[in-house]
C-alpha cells in the first residue's frame, strides 16, 4: 500500500460514489464496502460479499486506514493494551484499551498534542502538533475493536481522555461520534461515549443542541478560579462559575448527570478547603465526582497524594453531599494517562 492513496474512511460520501460509478459498481456497493472497513475488516479480501475483482480495485485506490502502529506496551496483566500510531504527516497519538469483565473501553485521541497545557499534564509539555481528521478518530475505534475482537470481545465504551481537548475539535469529534454510534458501524451507544473536556463553554453550549446523548466530563481540579487558572489554564478565558452553569444546562437538557474530574496533587488540591470548596460547587447537582490519582509525570513538580488521603478527600466530599468514585489506576505501568507513551517514544527518537 502506497501512503499516497487516500484512506478510504477519509474520502468523501460524494467522491466515493462517483469512484463507484466510475468502477460500473451498483451503488449499494459503497454502504457495503464502508461497513466492513468500519467494523475492521483488515484487508478489502476480507470483504466476502464484495466481487472479487471490485476488491482488487479498491485495494489499487485505497488504504484501509491511514493510521501506522509504531509502539505498542501492555500492562496490568494483558488487561491494558496502549497503542502509538503514527499519523500521516508524521505526528503521533495514543490509544488506550482497557478490559474489565463487563466491558472493554477504548481512551481516545482527538489531538496530536494539546493547545491546553495543564502543568501535570504530559500531552501539554509537547508543541501541539494538528487536529486529528473523523477518519483519524473513527480509525482508533476500528483497530480498537479489531483488537478486541480477535479476543472474542466487543469494543463497548469509548472515552475522549487520550491526547487532545476534544471540543477545540469540535465537528471532527462529534462526526466520529456519530460514525462510531452508526449501528452499520461500531454501533457503540452514545450514551457509553464519554466527551471529557478541560471546560470550553461555548461548545458545551453547542453539545446541548446537537441531541445526542453523550456522557459529558469536565475536568474540574479545582474549585476556585485562582487555583484553576493555573492547573487549567483555559480557565482563565472560561472561568468556574460559567462553566459550572454551562455544564449542569447540559446535564437539564440530556438529563444525563455530568462527570467531573479532579486529577488528585498531593498538597495542591486535596485538602479540606479544597473538598469543601468542590462540594459547595456541586452539592444538589445532577453530578458525579471522578477522583484520579495523579499519574505521575517527569518535570513535573506534582506526586500523588497517598491512598489515606485519597480517603479522606472522598469522605469529605461524600459527607459534603457528592457522589464520589475514585478512578482505579489501570494502565499506570503502560506510560498510564494521556500522552505518557508518546512522550517516552518521542524521549527515545530525541536521544537515539
Ligand atoms: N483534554 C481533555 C481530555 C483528555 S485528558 C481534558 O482535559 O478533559 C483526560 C483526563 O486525564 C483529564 O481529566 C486530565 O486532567 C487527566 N490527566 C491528565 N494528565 C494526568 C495525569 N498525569 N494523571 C492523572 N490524570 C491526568
Ligand atoms: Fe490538554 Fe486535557 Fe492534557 Fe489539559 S489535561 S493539557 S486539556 S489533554
Same mark, same amino acid.
Given at each position: 500500500?502506497?501512503?499516497?492513496?487516500?484512506?478510504?474512511?477519509?474520502?468523501?460520501?460524494?467522491?466515493?460514489?462517483?469512484? $463507484?460509478?466510475?468502477h460500473?459498481?451498483?451503488p449499494?456497493?459503497?454502504?457495503?464496502v464502508?461497513?466492513?472497513?468500519?467494523?475492521?475488516?483488515?484487508? $478489502?479480501?476480507?470483504?466476502?460479499?464484495?466481487?472479487r475483482?471490485?476488491?482488487?480495485?479498491?485495494?489499487?485506490?485505497?488504504?484501509?486506514?491511514?493510521?501506522?502502529?509504531?509502539?505498542?506496551?501492555?500492562a496490568?496483566?494483558?488487561?491494558?493494551?496502549?497503542?502509538?500510531?503514527?499519523?500521516?504527516?508524521?505526528?503521533?497519538?495514543?490509544?488506550?484499551?482497557?478490559?474489565?469483565?463487563?466491558?472493554?473501553?477504548? /481512551?481516545?485521541?482527538?489531538?496530536?498534542?494539546?493547545?491546553?497545557? /495543564?502543568? &501535570? /499534564?504530559?500531552?501539554?509539555? &509537547?508543541? &501541539?502538533?494538528?487536529n486529528?481528521?473523523?477518519?483519524?478518530?473513527?480509525?482508533?475505534?476500528?483497530?480498537s475493536?479489531?483488537?478486541?475482537?480477535?479476543?472474542?470481545?466487543?469494543?463497548?465504551?469509548?472515552?475522549?481522555?487520550?491526547?487532545?481537548?476534544?471540543?477545540? *475539535?469540535?465537528?471532527?469529534?462529534i462526526e466520529?461520534?456519530?460514525?462510531?454510534?452508526?449501528p452499520?458501524r461500531?454501533?457503540?451507544?452514545?450514551?457509553?461515549?464519554v466527551?471529557?473536556?478541560?471546560?470550553?463553554?461555548p461548545?458545551?453550549?453547542?453539545?446541548?443542541s446537537?441531541?445526542?446523548?453523550?456522557?459529558?466530563?469536565?475536568?474540574?481540579?479545582?474549585?476556585?478560579?485562582?487555583l484553576?487558572?493555573?492547573?487549567?489554564?483555559?480557565n482563565?478565558?472560561?472561568?468556574?462559575?460559567?462553566?459550572i452553569v %454551562? %455544564?449542569?444546562?447540559?446535564?437539564?437538557?440530556?438529563?444525563?448527570?455530568?462527570s467531573?474530574?479532579?486529577?488528585?496533587?498531593?498538597?495542591?488540591?486535596?485538602?479540606e478547603?479544597?473538598?469543601k470548596?468542590?462540594?459547595?460547587?456541586?452539592?444538589?447537582k445532577? %453530578?458525579h465526582?471522578?477522583?484520579?490519582?495523579?499519574?505521575?509525570v517527569?518535570?513535573?513538580?506534582?506526586s500523588?497524594p497517598?491512598?489515606?488521603?485519597?480517603?479522606? &478527600?472522598?469522605?469529605?466530599?461524600?459527607?459534603?453531599?457528592? *457522589?464520589?468514585?475514585?478512578?482505579d489506576?489501570r494502565?499506570?505501568?503502560?506510560?498510564? %494517562? /494521556?500522552?505518557?507513551?508518546?512522550?517516552?517514544?518521542?524521549?527515545?527518537?530525541?536521544?537515539?
Amino acid at each position: 500500500m502506497r501512503e499516497e492513496q487516500p484512506a478510504l474512511l477519509s474520502v468523501a460520501v460524494a467522491d466515493l460514489d462517483q469512484w $463507484f460509478a466510475v468502477h460500473d459498481a451498483a451503488p449499494y456497493r459503497r454502504r457495503q464496502v464502508l461497513a466492513w472497513a468500519a467494523r475492521g475488516a483488515a484487508t $478489502f479480501d476480507e470483504m466476502r460479499d464484495v466481487p472479487r475483482p471490485l476488491r482488487a480495485e479498491l485495494e489499487a485506490s485505497f488504504r484501509l486506514s491511514s493510521l501506522k502502529p509504531v509502539a505498542r506496551t501492555d500492562a496490568d496483566s494483558g488487561l491494558t493494551t496502549k497503542t502509538l500510531y503514527e499519523l500521516d504527516g508524521g505526528h503521533t497519538v495514543e490509544a488506550v484499551v482497557m478490559r474489565y469483565s463487563e466491558r472493554s473501553t477504548l /481512551c481516545i485521541s482527538s489531538q496530536a498534542g494539546c493547545p491546553v497545557g /495543564c502543568p &501535570f /499534564c504530559a500531552t501539554g509539555k &509537547f508543541p &501541539f502538533g494538528r487536529n486529528l481528521a473523523v477518519h483519524e478518530i473513527e480509525e482508533q475505534a476500528i483497530a480498537s475493536a479489531r483488537l478486541l475482537a480477535d479476543e472474542g470481545r466487543r469494543l463497548s465504551h469509548v472515552v475522549f481522555m487520550g491526547m487532545g481537548e476534544p471540543f477545540i *475539535n469540535y465537528d471532527a469529534v462529534i462526526e466520529s461520534v456519530r460514525r462510531m454510534s452508526d449501528p452499520e458501524r461500531l454501533a457503540i451507544s452514545p450514551r457509553r461515549i464519554v466527551l471529557s473536556t478541560s471546560g470550553v463553554i461555548p461548545r458545551i453550549e453547542q453539545l446541548s443542541s446537537e441531541k445526542l446523548p453523550v456522557t459529558l466530563a469536565v475536568s474540574l481540579h479545582a474549585a476556585r478560579d485562582e487555583l484553576r487558572d493555573v492547573l487549567v489554564p483555559i480557565n482563565r478565558k472560561y472561568p468556574l462559575h460559567d462553566l459550572i452553569v %454551562a %455544564a449542569q444546562r447540559y446535564a437539564k437538557t440530556s438529563g444525563r448527570r455530568v462527570s467531573y474530574e479532579w486529577v488528585m496533587l498531593a498538597g495542591v488540591n486535596d485538602t479540606e478547603r479544597d473538598a469543601k470548596e468542590l462540594s459547595a460547587l456541586l452539592k444538589g447537582k445532577l %453530578a458525579h465526582v471522578n477522583l484520579i490519582p495523579f499519574n505521575p509525570v517527569d518535570g513535573t513538580p506534582y506526586s500523588a497524594p497517598s491512598r489515606n488521603a485519597i480517603r479522606q &478527600f472522598r469522605q469529605l466530599l461524600v459527607d459534603g453531599g457528592l *457522589n464520589v468514585t475514585v478512578r482505579d489506576t489501570r494502565g499506570r505501568e503502560a506510560d498510564a %494517562a /494521556c500522552g505518557q507513551l508518546h512522550e517516552r517514544v518521542m524521549r527515545q527518537r530525541v536521544t537515539a
